[in-house]
């Protein structure tokens, strides 16, 4: 059984940061890929960004990329970050992390302009 939640989320000014983090427990994860992704309100959840088993690869959707740092922490039981950086009203949405079929329960992240 694996549990992830995701944190970090909240109200921002447009061109502001945010870092999201996902806490992953439960079965060892270090060998998956994990990912990013986003659901605004009435929009298919996209993908955002996501990273290797070793972190040695990245990847972003075109509308983050340059803006937006995928990260893992394999120390602390990889935890999945996900820096945010000149944040946009498009930026909106609930964001989750993936690992294999399991799905964190998402946070919220606005940006107001």
């Known amino acids: 059984q694996v549990q992830l939640v995701e944190s970090g989320g909240g109200l921002v000014q447009v061109g502001g940061s945010l870092m999201l983090s996902c806490a992953a427990s439960?079965?060892?994860?270090?060998?998956?890929?994990m990912g990013w992704f986003r659901q605004a309100p009435g929009k298919e959840r996209e993908f955002v960004a996501g990273?290797?088993?070793?972190?040695?690869?990245?990847?972003y959707a075109d509308s983050v990329t340059g803006r937006f740092t995928i990260s893992r922490d394999y120390a602390k039981k990889n935890t999945l970050y996900l820096q945010m950086n000149s944040l946009e009203p498009e930026d909106t949405a609930v964001y989750f992390c993936k690992v294999v079929t399991y799905w964190g329960q998402g946070t919220q992240v606005t940006v107001s302009s």
């Open positions: 990273i290797s088993s070793t972190g040695g690869s990245t990847y």
């Open positions: 439960g079965r060892t994860l270090s060998s998956y890929p």
